[in-house]
């Protein structure tokens, strides 16, 4: 056994009845705590970027793989004999569907494809600009004298306004019993709110140089001048589509004074009206009057790919924008 030494200091023992103080933590532990947040926060961050940046290119490239598919499948030239179709969807205005350059672009196409025996628009439009169906009224006449080809318009549930504007350059035109056609006419629409400005109190501040170039301004009063001058403009632009219309329909139009007062009719009352040539879908024409019942399409199609690439692209933006503005400011 070993001896006991008594040179040994004691151990240590906790006074009974004295409390320990607790672990005091460093004053800076919460500034740490935060900076460790926020570092995390900085790093999920960048991960979700990393993560959106892979998709936006995924869908570009699938974009532009659809594209190049789409014009492969619809516009390659056949040499079999088939029926040309181009479809006049939606508003005709700028950068819609039915746009001038769209529709001539496939027109073109359509017309110079040795194998389409005629050309069938196949309308659903409430019109548009005056401008637009213009450029292409022009345009298929003057594809049809050049490679003397018909032409027929095919409308289905409408074919209004500009749309009909349109399809006056078919040699004929065929519709359902039930189709909307006519409503040929212009308008000019707007607001004004000088009544209720004057109510709120509030004064419009308009400086021009040149007296009618606040002309249709929605908050000042509309001057008897101005409003002549736009209604002889009005009627001007009426008068060249009632000449595009005679000239289109020739002698089977039968006038009355209703005809272009901007009324529509159903397709029974516009064969009856001259406004229309016969019954009949798209089956039927390519069936029965082109023969030829092959039908290819012409129309450039609405690229969904490219359309969410877009959205993608205005959405990653807008978090680039909302993530900057939320960066640190020295001032």
């Given at each position: 056994?070993?001896?006991?030494?008594?040179?040994?200091?004691?151990?240590?023992?906790?006074?009974?009845?004295?409390?320990?103080?607790?672990?005091?933590?460093?004053a800076?532990?919460?500034?740490?705590?935060?900076?460790?947040?926020?570092?995390?926060?900085?790093?999920r961050?960048e991960?979700?970027?990393?993560?959106?940046?892979?998709?936006?290119?995924?869908?570009?490239?699938?974009s532009?793989?659809?594209t190049?598919?789409?014009?492969?499948?619809?516009?390659?030239?056949?040499?079999?004999p088939h029926?040309?179709l181009?479809?006049?969807?939606?508003?005709?205005?700028?950068?819609?569907e039915?746009?001038?350059?769209?529709?001539?672009?496939?027109?073109k196409?359509?017309?110079?494809?040795?194998?389409a025996?005629?050309?069938?628009?196949?309308?659903?439009?409430?019109?548009g600009s005056p401008?637009?169906?213009?450029?292409?009224?022009d345009?298929?006449?003057?594809?049809?004298?050049?490679?003397?080809?018909?032409?027929?318009?095919?409308?289905?549930?409408?074919?209004?306004?500009?749309?009909?504007?349109?399809?006056?350059?078919?040699d004929?035109?065929?519709?359902?019993?039930?189709?909307i056609?006519?409503?040929?006419?212009?308008?000019m629409?707007?607001?004004?709110?000088?009544?209720?400005?004057?109510?709120?109190?509030?004064?419009?501040?308009?400086?021009?140089?040149?007296?009618?170039?606040?002309?249709?301004?929605?908050?000042?009063?509309?001057?008897?001048?101005?409003?002549?001058?736009?209604?002889?403009m009005?009627?001007?632009?009426?008068?060249?589509?009632?000449?595009?219309?005679?000239?289109?329909?020739?002698?089977?139009?039968?006038?009355?004074?209703?005809?272009?007062?901007?009324l529509?009719?159903?397709?029974?009352?516009?064969?009856?009206?001259?406004?229309?040539?016969?019954?009949?879908?798209?089956?039927?024409?390519?069936?029965?009057?082109?023969k030829?019942?092959?039908?290819?399409?012409?129309?450039?199609?609405?690229?969904?790919?490219?359309?969410?690439a877009?959205r993608?692209?205005?959405?990653?933006?807008?978090?680039?924008?909302?993530?900057?503005?939320?960066?640190?400011?020295?001032?």
């Amino acid at each position: 056994m070993t001896p006991p030494n008594d040179d040994l200091p004691p151990p240590l023992q906790e006074p009974v009845g004295v409390p320990v103080p607790p672990v005091v933590a460093p004053a800076h532990e919460p500034l740490l705590a935060e900076l460790a947040r926020e570092f995390l926060r900085e790093r999920r961050a960048e991960r979700r970027w990393r993560i959106a940046f892979r998709l936006f290119w995924l869908v570009v490239l699938a974009s532009i793989v659809y594209t190049l598919w789409t014009q492969g499948r619809h516009v390659a030239p056949s040499t079999t004999p088939h029926t040309a179709l181009v479809e006049v969807r939606g508003e005709i205005a700028v950068d819609t569907e039915a746009s001038a350059e769209l529709l001539l672009a496939a027109l073109k196409d359509a017309f110079k494809d040795d194998g389409a025996q005629a050309v069938v628009l196949r309308i659903n439009s409430p019109g548009g600009s005056p401008v637009q169906a213009g450029i292409v009224y022009d345009e298929i006449n003057r594809l049809k004298k050049q490679y003397d080809k018909p032409v027929y318009a095919v409308v289905e549930e409408m074919c209004a306004s500009g749309a009909y504007y349109i399809a006056a350059a078919a040699d004929e035109i065929y519709v359902d019993k039930a189709s909307i056609v006519g409503s040929i006419g212009v308008l000019m629409d707007g607001f004004g709110f000088t009544g209720l400005m004057d109510k709120l109190g509030v004064e419009r501040r308009l400086l021009t140089a040149g007296e009618n170039k606040g002309m249709l301004d929605p908050f000042s009063p509309l001057q008897p001048k101005q409003r002549a001058y736009a209604q002889a403009m009005l009627d001007q632009i009426h008068a060249q589509f009632i000449a595009v219309v005679r000239e289109g329909r020739g002698k089977r139009l039968k006038e009355t004074p209703e005809m272009f007062s901007g009324l529509f009719w159903n397709g029974e009352q516009a064969v009856t009206m001259g406004l229309a040539d016969h019954f009949g879908n798209l089956d039927y024409v390519a069936r029965e009057v082109v023969k030829a019942e092959d039908v290819i399409d012409y129309t450039p199609k609405d690229n969904v790919a490219e359309r969410l690439a877009k959205r993608f692209g205005a959405a990653m933006g807008a978090g680039a924008v909302k993530a900057l503005r939320a960066l640190p400011v020295v001032r």
